[in-house]
Structures are given as C-alpha cells and as structure tokens.
C-alpha cells in the first residue's frame, strides 16, 4: 500500500497525473482544491468562505484546512484500505506537522512526496489556457500570478521539509502527460 503527496505550483499538473496514479496503484484521492470547489458549487457555508479566499489567490487558514483534512482522512474508509494521494495538502509547514501526526495517529505514514518541477512561464501558460473554459474564480492573470507568490513563499518551503525527511521525489514537470507519468512511477 502507497500514501503519496503529488506536489507542485498551480498549474503543475497534480491533478493530471493523480488521475493517471489512482488507477495505476488503485489509491484514493483526496484533492482539497476540488473538495473546496465541490462546496463552492453546492453554496455551502463553507464554500462561501472557501472562495472568499480561493479567488484572491490566498490559501484557506491552516486550522481550518487540518480540520478538513482529518475529516475527509475519517469518513473514507479507502484511504486505509487501498492507500491514498494528497493533491493540494499540505500547502504549509503547519499543514505538514499536522499531517504527519495524523498520520501516525492513525498507524499511518506517507511514503513518498512527488513533486512536479515546473518553469513559471509554463505554469502560466498553462494556468491562462485552462481560464478560457474552467470556471475557475482564480484562473485569471491577476489571481494567478499571486497564486504564485503564495505558493514561492508558504508552500515552496515544504520541497526542503520533505528532502530532510528522505522522501522528496523531484520529478521534470515538463513534456507529455505520458511521459511526465513515466518518470512518476519509475521514481516511485
Ligand atoms: P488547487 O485546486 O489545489 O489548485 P492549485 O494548486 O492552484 O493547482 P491547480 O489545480 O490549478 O493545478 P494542478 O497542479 O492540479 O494542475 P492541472 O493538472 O490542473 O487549490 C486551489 C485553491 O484552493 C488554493 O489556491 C487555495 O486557495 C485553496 N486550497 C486548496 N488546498 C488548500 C490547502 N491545503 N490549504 C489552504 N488552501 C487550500 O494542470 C493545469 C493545466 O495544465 C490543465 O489545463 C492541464 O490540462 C494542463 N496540463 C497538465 N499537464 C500538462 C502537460 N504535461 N503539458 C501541458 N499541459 C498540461
Ligand atoms: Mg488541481
């Protein structure tokens, strides 16, 4: 059984290649993004706060996020039973220290954190080319380039966390999504 982290700027193609992985290793997915969307859709409470922050291009406060995330950990049974990818979380070095205990709580542990390396001027591109059909309230220049910013300085930081740890795999986020795939599971 495998618990992965698919990790990566915006754009970089975590949701992709989580597709591909989950039916390669039979894992459950958990994306934060898509549950957070799923709740702005349904015009939940939460969603409202959710998008208060998701279209300014900020991260949801890390409490809040920890919650959701053992939440979602405890209602799916699959997680324990096949193993799971994380897409989205963790974004901070909070979100990661939580994780890892609860992880361990559960008898748990992540085994390795896959992280898609990508040039900004593709993420963009990338990110402005979906914008004309996804819908998405943060598929705009504006939004984007902060995503960005967010991501260099509160989630970039985790690349090192993970290295110290032993598990970080780096992984050349540039090419098809078949051969980005291929390096994924050689790594792995
Ligand atoms: P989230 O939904 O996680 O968005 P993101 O990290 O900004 O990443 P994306 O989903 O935009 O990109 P991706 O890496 O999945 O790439 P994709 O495969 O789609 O989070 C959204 C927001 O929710 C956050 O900003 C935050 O506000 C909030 N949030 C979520 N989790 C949180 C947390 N833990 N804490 C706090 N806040 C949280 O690919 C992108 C595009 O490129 C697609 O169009 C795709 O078709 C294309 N593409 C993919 N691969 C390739 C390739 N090889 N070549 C060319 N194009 C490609
Ligand atoms: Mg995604």
């Known amino acids: 059984m495998l618990n992965i982290i698919i990790f990566g700027a915006p754009g970089s193609g975590k949701g992709t290649q989580s597709e591909r992985l989950i039916e390669r290793y039979n894992l459950h997915h958990i ?3 898509e549950l957070l969307r799923g ?3 349904a015009k939940t409470e939460l969603g409202q706060l959710a998008d208060s922050y998701i279209s300014k291009g900020q991260l949801i406060p890390d409490g809040l996020m920890i919650d959701i995330l053992g939440d979602t950990i405890d209602r799916e049974p699959a997680v324990k039973e096949r193993g ?17 205990k609860l992880m361990e709580d559960r008898g748990m542990k992540i085994d390795a954190v896959v992280g898609l390396e990508v040039p900004e001027e593709e993420l963009i591109e990338r990110l402005i080319k979906r ?22 300085k509160q989630t970039y930081p985790l690349r090192d966390f993970y290295e110290k740890e032993g598990i970080y795999k780096a992984i050349d986020g540039l090419g098809t999504v078949d051969e980005i795939f291929d390096r994924i599971c050689k790594s792995l």
């Open 39 to 41: 709740h702005i859709s």
């Open 31 to 33: 994306s934060t993004g």
């Open 131 to 152: 914008g004309e059909q996804s819908g998405r309230s943060d598929d705009n220049l504006e939004t984007i380039l902060k995503r960005l910013e967010v991501y260099q």
């Open 84 to 100: 799971v990818i994380l897409d989205g979380f963790p974004r901070t070095i909070p979100q990661a220290e939580a994780l890892k």
